[in-house]
């Protein structure tokens, strides 16, 4: 059996309610200090791989993750948010108002201008799936953003994009999953952070 934990990076240092997609942001003081926090629960866990998104919001944890494990990082490029374009950095609040930008989440061949569509944002997750199908049995941790977890779950149950932002995703909680040979897959434990296995 595989397990995959999947793991929201921590508050950012420019606030919440802020669509960042690739902006490079650092985590804020009180991202940090929660990190570690999660960083020792997940210690304790026999890790067989970290993967990170490159954004420094998700590799500061895997980083502090990888000191204390010894395990490397796999940084994973498809692992990014989703490509925001021209409404990156601008908040929920401003974006909200226009009924153009919930066509980004009614539509998956809608993008935001010079962005990527959440139809980009799934063949992405469907590629780190498919690379993942061939690793061994253990335990994977894997930093990443809300949208990505999100497909994750999209992905994984076949659900329809409607169902996008009916699914809660806080900063530095655990998502997980777990891969059976038969090909069955176990939503294990869901926006929590505490394990237990």
């Known amino acids: 059996m595989k397990r995959l934990v999947l793991v929201r990076h921590g508050e950012p240092a420019c606030g ?44 500061y944890t895997a980083l502090e993750l990888s000191k204390v494990t010894g395990i490397d990082i796999e940084v994973v490029e498809v692992l990014q948010e989703l490509d925001f374009g021209k409404w990156t950095g601008k908040s929920w609040e401003e974006l909200s108002k226009y009924p153009e930008f919930w066509r980004i989440y009614e539509e998956e061949t809608f993008s935001a ?27 994977y941790v894997c930093f990443t953003h809300s949208g990505v977890i999100r497909t994750f779950f999209l992905l994984l149950f076949s659900l329809p994009i409607k169902f996008f932002f009916n699914i809660e995703v806080s900063y530095l909680h655990f998502f997980v999953f777990e891969f059976f040979e038969d090909g069955i897959v176990l939503l294990k434990h869901w926006n929590t952070q505490s394990l237990s296995f």
């Open 113 to 139: 201008p010079d962005g990527e569509s959440l139809g980009d944002l799934k063949q992405r997750v469907r590629q780190f799936l498919r690379a993942f199908e061939k690793e061994k049995q253990g335990n």
């Open 16 to 59: 919440k309610g802020i669509f960042y997609g690739r902006k490079d942001v650092e985590l804020s003081s009180r991202g940090k200090e929660e990190s570690k926090k999660v960083v020792e629960i997940l210690k304790n866990l026999e890790i067989t791989k970290i993967f990170s998104s490159p954004l420094r919001r998700c590799l």
